[in-house]
């Protein structure tokens, strides 16, 4: 049974800091991993989506990595915004089922 | 790229009254489906996914259900809520098959009170 884990739970950093989330999981017979935002009360949004072939992806201030065989996959965060203050969740894709973790909540102070 | 609209936005109900949460998708035909639920400070666990019409799998012992009557449309039902069924639903969905590419969208959920 896949289990993904993400640390740290949560995190406070000043504005302007690089950062990394980890998400880990236990079955590497993955489609993908998709990396998702989520504000207090709403719905998910996807950030990245890395594929099982891929090693990384990138979007804006945003890069994720991918390492399949060791069940690990990292968030980074360039120069941090207090927009960017949200939980981030990762979710890895096996046949048709997604499987989400229990989130980083990070909070980027002025 | 698609969208997935749910209803209602909230609902308070009281212990043994029945629910009826809708979810349509619009953007893509024969999307797969899915209802998860998160519980407060928790992450999403899934409960229901579906591939095609009147197709369900379920992923945990309860008392909800789901149907999926059209391509693009998926109801979570109970016909008698519990506590602990109060929590936060999200429909999601992406392009059917089993595309590694595919992206999964979320509609912006519905908040469950049971009183």
């Known amino acids: 049974k896949q289990e993904v884990t993400q640390i740290p739970a949560a995190l406070s950093v000043p504005e302007g800091e690089n950062l990394v989330l980890n998400c880990s999981f236990t079955?590497?017979?993955?489609?993908?991993l998709q990396w998702f935002r989520q504000d207090p009360g709403k719905g998910l949004t996807s950030l990245l989506l890395?594929?099982?072939?891929?090693r990384e992806q990138t979007s804006g201030r945003l890069n994720a990595s991918l390492d399949k065989s060791s069940g690990r996959s990292t968030l980074y965060i360039a120069a941090s915004q207090p927009g960017d203050s949200a939980t981030y969740l990762c979710a890895v894709r096996g046949t048709y089922k997604y499987i989400f973790g229990t989130g980083t909540r990070l909070k980027v102070l002025a | 790229s698609q969208t997935i609209h749910q209803w209602p936005a909230t609902l308070v109900q009281p212990v043994g009254s029945p629910l009826s949460l809708e979810c349509t998708v619009e953007?893509?035909?024969?999307?797969?489906l899915y209802w998860y639920r998160q519980a407060a400070g928790r992450g999403l666990q899934l409960l229901f996914y579906?591939?095609?019409?009147?197709?369900i799998s379920s992923e945990v012992p309860q008392n909800l259900s789901a149907s999926r009557p059209q391509d693009r449309q998926f109801i979570l039902s109970s016909k008698k809520l519990l506590l602990s069924d109060s929590g936060f639903y999200l429909c999601?969905?992406?392009?059917?098959?089993?595309?590694?590419?595919?992206?999964?969208?979320f509609g912006e959920g519905s908040w469950l009170t049971v009183v």
């Open positions: 999601a969905g992406n392009p059917g098959g089993d595309n590694s590419g595919n992206t999964i969208y």
């Open positions: 953007g893509t035909s024969n999307p797969n």
């Open positions: 890395i594929q099982s072939s891929q």
């Open positions: 579906s591939v095609g019409i009147g197709q």
């Open positions: 079955d590497s017979a993955i489609y993908n």
